[in-house]
């Protein structure tokens, strides 16, 4: 198992000058090789890293002596980063998925990058040591033990991070019986089936005032003036700010969850086609439920868990868990359940309308890991297995 541990970096202005002319290395790179792929793909030759990487190193001393100012690997990496993105992209046309093919880097757009192998870097106390460079100063040292096998330093906003990967022996997780199921909302992120609920915090919309007056700011300046970049500094700080805020609320909770949970489930939403309701795109994109659920899935495997994704179409809104009556009329407005079957136990019973949800999600994933588990033992039908396979 490969973790990486993001560390933000504290560079002298020298060191920033360096970061800044090895990511610019990396970026000319990356556009030489693409423009060269192209080329020599519309002669119909077959470019491969491995030879656009020689073709490079044979001109680079006469033509380019300048990227020899930082790390070789600011001007190694893009070369397998190019093919990469290439095997990314024809393994989509294969697979229906849609993959973007690569594009050129802007030196205004692109973010600011560069890798280091794990022969090109030392770690100290609190510090890494870089070729060309010497020992720069980090916020904390690294959390995990174990083979370092890269690193990659990045920008953003204002600042430096370093992202260290490790790989560590993979732990025997302990298995946890407890079982839940969650209903994601916009109201309310997460309503479990315990009945415990987390709200929805918002955090791009509690700010969204100051990053409006900071862009109005930003687009007054004349284009190119030391002050329009301030503001475009100022921009930046605020949506890394965002961005901070509403990540560790994500890491926590998905945290918390797959610690105390072995078996989750999750509605299997249509994210891109909730982000093309105009009404309610933004609202959709400051929860970041794509990224829940992708944390959740993570964490929860890496201790042993299951996360069970329940289809979309699951009425799990408008049916009740005690009987399975269903209501048709239901309107997104009606926030109680009331079931009108005489014969439940929550007949005319005003239920919590997520937290119903979120049990009838539970029943039918439990319901799935029974049919997963015949059709790993061979005693479930041939539609079980399908379903199995579905929800896995």
């Not at 030489?32 to 990487?53: D, S, V």
């Not at 989509?92 to 600011?112: A, Q």
Request: hydrophobic share 40%; charged share 25%; aromatic share 10%.
């Amino acid at each position: 198992m490969i973790r990486a541990h993001k560390i933000r970096l504290h560079p002298t202005e020298e060191q920033k000058g360096y970061f800044v002319r090895a990511a610019g290395v990396s970026r000319f790179t990356w556009n030489w090789a693409l423009a060269e792929w192209n080329r020599q793909y519309q002669a119909g030759e077959k470019p491969t890293a491995l030879k656009l990487k020689k073709q490079f190193n044979q001109i680079r001393r006469q033509e380019y002596p300048w990227t020899w100012e930082v790390t070789k690997n600011a001007s190694d990496q893009p070369f397998l980063d190019l093919a990469k993105a290439w095997a990314a992209y024809f393994e989509g046309l294969k697979t229906g998925k849609k993959t973007g093919r690569p594009t050129f880097k802007s030196k205004k757009k692109s973010k600011l990058s560069f890798y280091l192998a794990n022969d090109q870097f030392e770690l100290g106390d609190h510090r890494i040591w870089i070729p060309k460079l010497g020992w720069v100063n980090m916020a904390e040292s690294l959390r995990f033990v174990g083979k370092v096998t890269g690193a990659r330093i990045t920008k953003t906003a204002d600042w430096w991070f370093v992202s260290i990967q490790v790989e560590l022996p993979d732990a025997i997780p302990a298995k946890k019986p407890a079982a839940c199921g969650i209903d994601v909302g916009l109201n309310r992120l997460a309503t479990l089936s315990t009945g415990e609920g987390y709200e929805n915090q918002a955090f791009l919309k509690t700010a969204l005032k100051k990053l409006r007056q900071a862009n109005k700011r930003l687009h007054r300046r004349k284009l190119g003036s030391k002050n329009r970049e301030k503001a475009r500094r100022q921009v930046a700080r605020l949506h890394y700010r965002i961005a901070c805020l509403r990540d560790d609320v994500l890491h926590k909770l998905t945290t918390q969850l797959a610690n105390c949970y072995g078996i989750i489930g999750i509605e299997d939403l249509h994210l891109k086609g909730l982000l093309k309701n105009r009404t309610l795109a933004r609202s959709f994109s400051d929860a970041a439920l794509g990224k829940l659920l992708a944390l959740l899935t993570s964490k929860v495997e890496q201790r042993g868990g299951q996360v069970i994704k329940v289809d979309r179409f699951f009425p799990s809104s408008k049916t009740c868990h005690g009987c399975d009556w269903k209501w048709e009329t239901m309107q997104l407005s009606d926030r109680v359940f009331l079931c009108q079957n005489p014969t439940c136990a929550y007949y005319q019973f005003g239920q919590e309308r997520d937290q119903n949800a979120a049990l009838n999600i539970l029943g039918e994933a439990l319901r799935l890991i029974g049919l997963i588990d015949q059709a790993v033992s061979g005693t479930g039908s041939d539609e079980d297995a399908n379903l199995a396979v579905d929800a896995g």
